[in-house]
């Protein structure tokens, strides 16, 4: 990772000042960078350990930070990783537009790979993003989101690019990763992202301010009808249930409390991390057609900790 990071530092350069300081801004915040260790892990776990493994988990950090910048954008966060969203210091414009050059210095980068399988991929896993993105837009507010719907939702907008971060990496692994084990990777990435969005949704209900980095009740804020919400809507009382639809209706923090204690009633949160624990079982499941090693076993870790965290 260490390696990762200095690829991103030289890759961020630009003669133009404004794109260093939003870049670096947004960068330096750190984050977990799941998405670049995936794609290590995944290059690895099929014996590709070279440095254009490095340039690719660059530059899916890139992708996810982009989307971070246009996020927070359309969002109106003010606060990512325990400090001011960029589109907060520097203004929406500054964010939109860097965004734009992180996603195109990417491509840049993927270009250099020589290699039309992960530039397919990449592509059309940005273009699904994108579809995410518009996807969860029309739900804002929406009380009769069902929870397929959801799913749908964060499968394109969060797990496409986990998704793709393992096929990646076990695509740079050559001729030393069959058609099946490029398959069950991407398999892997799939319901890892899942799993690990499922929890984000959770966290949003029961986490810390301090420890997620995020204000709690940002989707409640939003109109988002997350996990959580929808099956208090379905399965809740007629209160709780009518607490969570006019709260969603009027995207307000207002009555977070009281979505709280709704949610809380009637299991809503146990349901939410008990589904995403059967998804990360399945990205465990996805890995047997993967060599045994110590990568491998770190990819098996790494999908138990996507639901076993407080941030």
């Known amino acids: 990772m260490q390696a990762v990071d200095r690829v991103i530092r030289a890759r961020l350069h630009s003669d133009v000042v404004l794109i260093r300081q939003v870049a670096e801004y947004i960068i330096s915040a750190g984050g977990k960078r799941l998405r670049p260790v995936l794609t290590l892990l995944s290059g690895r ?102 929870e397929d719907e959801y799913l749908r939702v964060i499968k394109y907008k ?41 929890i984000d949704d959770v966290l949003d209900y029961s986490g810390d301010a301090d420890t997620i980095g995020k204000s709690l009740g ?28 006019d709260a969603l209706e009027h995207a307000s923090r207002d009555r977070f409390q009281d979505v709280l204690a709704a949610v809380q009633s009637c299991g809503a949160l146990d349901y939410a991390r008990a589904e995403a624990v059967k998804v990360a079982e399945q990205a465990v499941a996805a890995l047997a057609p993967i060599p045994e090693s110590d990568t491998r076993q770190a990819l098996v870790e790494l999908a138990r900790l996507s639901v076993d965290r407080s941030a």
């Open 45 to 146: 776990a099929l014996g590709h350990g070279g440095n254009q493994l490095h340039e690719l988990a660059a530059m899916i950090e890139f992708i996810h930070t982009a989307t971070l910048l246009h996020d927070d954008v359309v969002d109106e966060s003010d606060l990512r990783r325990g400090r001011e969203t960029a589109n907060a210091l520097f203004g929406n414009a500054a964010s939109v537009l860097v965004g734009d050059f992180l996603y195109t210095r990417a491509f840049q980068m993927m270009v250099t790979t020589r290699n039309m399988d992960i530039l397919a991929v990449m592509a059309e896993a940005t273009n699904i993003i994108a579809e995410g993105e518009v996807l969860q837009l029309l739900n804002i507010g929406n009380t009769d989101v069902t």
């Open 158 to 198: 969060t797990a496409k690019l986990f998704e793709a971060s393992a096929r990646v990496g076990a695509l740079s692994a050559g001729a030393g990763a069959s058609a099946e084990q490029v398959r069950a990777m991407a398999e892997y990435g799939m319901y890892l992202g899942t799993a690990f969005q499922i």
């Open 218 to 245: 940002d989707d409640l804020a939003e109109g988002k009808p997350t996990l959580p919400l929808i099956y208090t809507m379905r399965n809740g009382n007629p209160e709780a249930s009518a607490t969570v639809r």
